[in-house]
């Protein structure tokens, strides 16, 4: 409990005190937000990620914390109705959320002018991923309205602990890529059930088809890992 209530005061007070977000922030300013208010650019998150960063922020010390949240950089894209759409760090936004935070600090990427174009202007910036966890299309108005909302998606856990292990790369910076491998993962491991139980093997077969020429066709494809530690297997 006494973690809990310094995360939150650490994320309420102090360096975090910003500027309220408005419609005419500037882009490439910091500003501050009601957590609620945020408005997710995906369908969902893998779950076991987001309860183990919760975890680890609940761990941290003060000082800890406050050099995490300046070096983990949540943007976030103003629309034309003056909504803001996060399109990044929503894993981390999520276990904010669980741990009680209410306000955190963004920093505006860019503000969009055109209501009639919005969302094509979110897709071709990559700035939004309107598939579901199964590579189907979803309609803007089927994202989750707000952070709380997200629904766990067990194969996008598996492609962030790839990604987190070197077994693709992200060095291009385009968003969203952990969905592609995501959807590619599900349907070569014909979409087992994944948990804390079984997630190690579960991620031991995501790694050895992480490296196979069947996922030559992915972003980031091959990762260093595959590079140094792993011979590439035949398709």
């Not at 759409?85 to 990427?109: F, P, S």
């Not at 856990?157 to 995501?182: H, I, N, R």
Request: charged share 25%; proline share 6%.
């Amino acid at each position: 409990m006494r973690a809990w209530i310094l995360l939150v005061c650490v994320l309420s007070q102090g360096a975090w005190a910003l500027a309220p977000c408005e419609k005419s922030s500037p882009v490439g300013s910091w500003c501050e937000v009601n957590i609620e208010a945020l408005h997710p650019t995906q369908g969902g998150v893998g779950q076991l990620q987001v309860d183990t960063t919760a975890r680890e922020l609940a761990d941290k010390s003060e000082k800890q914390l406050d050099k995490l949240m300046k070096k983990k950089e949540i943007p976030i894209v103003i629309a034309p109705d003056g909504g803001y759409w996060l399109v990044d760090r929503h894993h981390l936004t999520k276990a904010l959320w669980q741990q009680g935070v209410k306000q955190v600090r963004v920093k505006v990427i860019a503000r969009l002018q055109d209501r009639a174009n919005f969302w094509s202007q979110m897709q071709n910036n990559h700035w939004a991923w309107l598939k579901d966890e199964r590579g189907q299309p979803l309609t803007p108005e089927q994202l989750p309205g707000h952070i709380g909302e997200l629904p766990d998606y067990p194969y996008r856990t598996l492609a962030g602990l790839l990604q987190d292990a070197g077994y693709f790369s992200k060095k291009d910076q385009v968003y969203f890529v952990e969905f592609a491998w995501a959807s590619w993962l599900g349907q070569q491991m014909a979409w087992q059930p994944i948990d804390e139980v079984n997630l190690a093997d579960r991620l031991a077969e995501a790694k050895r088809l992480a490296c196979s020429s069947k996922a030559s066709d992915l972003p980031g494809y091959p990762g260093k890992q595959c590079r140094v530690n792993q011979p590439r297997t035949a398709g």
